[in-house]
């Protein structure tokens, strides 16, 4: 329990050094099982959750907003003893690891945003997710999910992780309909964080791929000339799930910036 409600957790217990992993929206912990498992290889020990509203966590009722988030993990670092921690969060997970950063910077070591940005929702953003919160509403919750977990993938990798897809679709379905709505509404409300990351004196790693469906080249381009403190990765072959769809790759280049973060 965290926050008043059931949290899922999982903690490979073994380790030094403390990585957090956030998945995205419509996802669960289970979406970093391999990645997860090249990290405790590496010797790191890596705590994911069910973030509120996904999997088999609960959720508060009307919104899920991503300092409401921040505080759940907060208070499951506190339990597992857990005083630092390099977070890194997958798109959503990404804006949940901003507000935890800027609320409990003592407790963040580094930061990593995954196919994720400090910006927030444009217009045509929040009418979009207006009208999933429409669509939930009017149960069709499936059909959401069967449209926006396939454009996690770059077009022409969506075949060749078919398996993948449906995997993370059949886990998608787990959450209760009014928990998604009420991360739907916490993303859609979620302030901007440029100026934070602006100020942010930690170490910090953008990762995005270069044929991603929902963050542009144009916006990576941005943020890179804007945050030139930042450590940047562009995953030539992936759209919004590299850690899947270029694991090796992401390993690899994760690892070697994790080593400078625990010195």
Not at 82 to 100: E, Q
Not at 186 to 195: A, F, P, S, T
Request: hydrophobic residues 40%; negative net charge; contains cysteine.
């Amino acid at each position: 329990m965290a926050q008043g409600i059931p949290v899922r957790v999982f903690d490979s217990k073994k380790g030094e050094n403390t990585i957090l992993l956030l998945h995205g929206y419509l996802e669960t912990l289970t979406v970093w099982e391999d990645f997860v498992g090249e990290l405790v290889k590496a010797g790191y020990r890596v705590i994911s959750i069910d973030l509120p509203g996904h999997g088999l966590s609960g959720t508060h009722e009307e919104i899920n907003t991503m300092e409401l988030m921040s505080d759940v993990l907060n208070e499951i670092l506190d339990k597992l003893n857990i005083n630092r921690c390099f977070v890194t969060g997958h798109s959503m997970g990404g804006y949940v690891a901003l507000a935890f950063s800027k609320k409990y910077s003592e407790k963040t070591k580094a930061l990593c945003l995954f196919h994720s940005t400090p910006n927030p929702d444009s217009d045509e953003k929040r009418f979009n997710r207006d009208r999933e919160i429409g669509f939930i509403k009017e149960g069709k919750l499936d059909m959401v999910i069967n449209l926006s977990v396939p454009r996690m993938f770059a077009n022409n990798n969506v075949k060749r992780f078919a398996e993948k897809i449906q995997e993370i679709e059949e886990t998608a379905t787990i959450a209760e309909p009014e928990g998604i709505i009420a991360c739907l509404r916490g993303m859609k409300e979620r302030e901007d964080m440029n100026l934070f990351l602006k100020e942010f004196d930690k170490p910090l790693l953008f990762i995005f791929g270069k044929k991603d469906n929902h963050i542009s080249m144009e916006v990576v381009t941005s943020l890179t000339e804007k945050f030139p403190q930042a450590k940047t990765m562009i995953l030539e072959n992936s759209g919004h799930a590299g850690f899947i769809e270029e694991q090796e790759i992401s390993v690899a280049g994760f690892t070697d910036f994790t080593k400078g973060v625990f010195v």
